[in-house]
């Protein structure tokens, strides 16, 4: 008999292709490296797609059919996306802690804690706690415990799931589906042959899309998606934003000023680096020189040594890096030989759309408020009939 708890889940996949060589499998998938071999292993690749639908498929509709979710008793929201990598949720995330901090209500950001460091801290929960230290971050694989510890411990009045639009276990007020302007459906393919880790048609579940990063496309390009985005659910409204630089910070979050002359090494761990270098040279100046790792990376003393010994044979004026590569490097205790910065991010709408937005949490915080007081949410007939 089909179980759920049969099923492997989307975040095992990812973990697994995500401990290979992230720019070879990236190149490889997209089509970027030729020749027999490779045309062999995108075909092999192609292979394991099969099951690899045909289980998220059974997932989904496991989910739809059979099984009830578990709720909160607190208004959830949550952020997600299609895809593997980074499509922009942290800054998102951010913006919506203050959002329902603004309307009075503590909210708690429940996440996997994925490639968490050895005391169980995870870079994006470790940026909530600095930037929105009146918010609680959670990381744990079992978001309804963590959830109910959340409200129990800390008396939180809201829970934004992080990473959550896959995690089906849990109910939700308000699904938010991010989706990359750059890369927005993981070059056309299921994992592991693309980087979807569910078909497009998933959109229809989804409350709002958000479409990030709109300012690294043409105009053109960002019609076409938002029109493939009402096709695939035209019952949802499609809200674009941007990921604006506003300064720098030290490892310790305070302001900083770099020379726009200073020769800068970019660094980072995260999925999307040609991003990150693009907003660097839009807001300060190009890189002199680059050095990535594989996202979520945690850093080492020997990868701070490495760093140091790259500064010097570079001849480098400063280090800059992202925010949630910062937060990792200040607990390393290390004597830099030149001054190391975090690009300070926030997100920007386009338009009105943040209207857009606060209009949809408004309606979902109002929604669950009349749900609360006609049914208790743990009754499992409530969070489905939801």
């Given at each position: 008999m089909f179980s759920v708890s049969s099923v492997p889940s989307v975040a095992s996949v990812a973990d697994a292709l995500l401990?290979?060589?992230?720019?070879?499998?990236?190149d490889l998938i997209a089509g970027r490296t030729r020749g027999p071999v490779a045309a062999a292993?995108?075909?092999?690749?192609?292979?394991?797609?099969?099951?690899?639908?045909?289980?998220?498929?059974?997932?989904?509709?496991?989910?739809d059919y059979v099984a009830f979710p578990a709720w909160l008793d607190v208004p959830t929201i949550s952020v997600g996306n299609l895809t593997v990598g980074g499509t922009g949720k942290t800054p998102l995330t951010l913006w919506l802690c203050e959002r329902l901090l603004g309307r009075g209500l503590k909210p708690a950001v429940l996440s996997r804690g994925y490639r968490a460091d050895e005391e169980g801290r995870a870079d994006e929960l470790m940026?909530?706690?600095?930037?929105?230290?009146?918010?609680?971050?959670?990381?744990?694989?079992?978001?309804?415990?963590?959830?109910?510890?959340?409200?129990?411990?800390?008396?939180?009045?809201?829970?934004?799931?992080?990473?959550?639009?896959?995690?089906?276990?849990?109910?939700?007020?308000?699904d938010i589906v991010l989706i990359d302007a750059m890369e927005p459906w993981g070059h056309g393919r299921l994992l592991p042959r693309g980087l979807l880790r569910e078909h497009p048609k998933g959109?229809?579940?989804?409350?709002?899309?958000?479409?990030?990063?709109?300012?690294?496309?043409?105009?053109?390009?960002?019609a076409a998606l938002t029109r493939t985005i009402n096709e695939l659910n035209p019952d949802i409204p499609v809200i674009r934003c941007a990921h604006e630089p506003t300064g720098f910070v030290d490892l310790h979050d305070q302001e900083m000023a770099l020379s726009k002359s200073?020769?800068?090494?970019?660094?980072?761990?995260?999925?999307?680096?040609?991003?990150?270098?693009?907003?660097?040279?839009?807001?300060?100046?190009?890189?002199?020189?680059?050095?990535w790792w594989p996202d979520h990376h945690i850093y080492s003393p020997e990868d701070a040594r490495e760093l140091i010994a790259w500064s010097r044979d570079a001849r480098l004026d400063a280090l800059v890096t992202t925010e949630k590569d910062a937060?990792?490097?200040?607990?390393?205790?290390?004597?830099?030989?030149?001054?190391?910065?975090?690009?300070?991010?926030?997100?920007?709408?386009?338009?009105?759309?943040?209207?857009?937005?606060?209009?949809?949490?408004?309606?979902?915080?109002?929604?669950?408020?009349?749900?609360?007081?006609?049914q208790p949410r743990s009754d499992p007939d409530a969070g489905h009939a939801r």
């Open positions: 401990e290979m060589d992230e720019r070879r499998y990236l292993t995108r075909a092999a690749l192609g292979a394991l797609a099969l099951p690899y639908r045909a289980v998220t498929g059974l997932r989904n509709a496991w989910f940026l909530v706690t600095r930037r929105c230290p009146k918010a609680v971050a959670v990381g744990h694989p079992d978001r309804a415990a963590s959830g109910r510890l959340a409200i129990e411990e800390y008396h939180v009045r809201a829970a934004i799931l992080d990473d959550g639009f896959q995690h089906r276990r849990l109910g939700r007020d308000l959109l229809r579940r989804a409350d709002v899309a958000v479409i990030t990063r709109c300012d690294q496309v043409e105009a053109d390009a960002l200073a020769r800068i090494g970019l660094f980072a761990g995260i999925a999307r680096p040609e991003a990150f270098a693009r907003t660097m040279a839009g807001f300060h100046a190009a890189p002199a020189d680059t050095f937060v990792k490097l200040a607990g390393l205790e290390v004597d830099w030989p030149v001054p190391v910065a975090a690009l300070r991010i926030e997100i920007e709408f386009w338009g009105h759309d943040d209207k857009i937005l606060e209009r949809l949490i408004d309606q979902a915080l109002e929604e669950y408020k009349n749900v609360r007081e006609s």
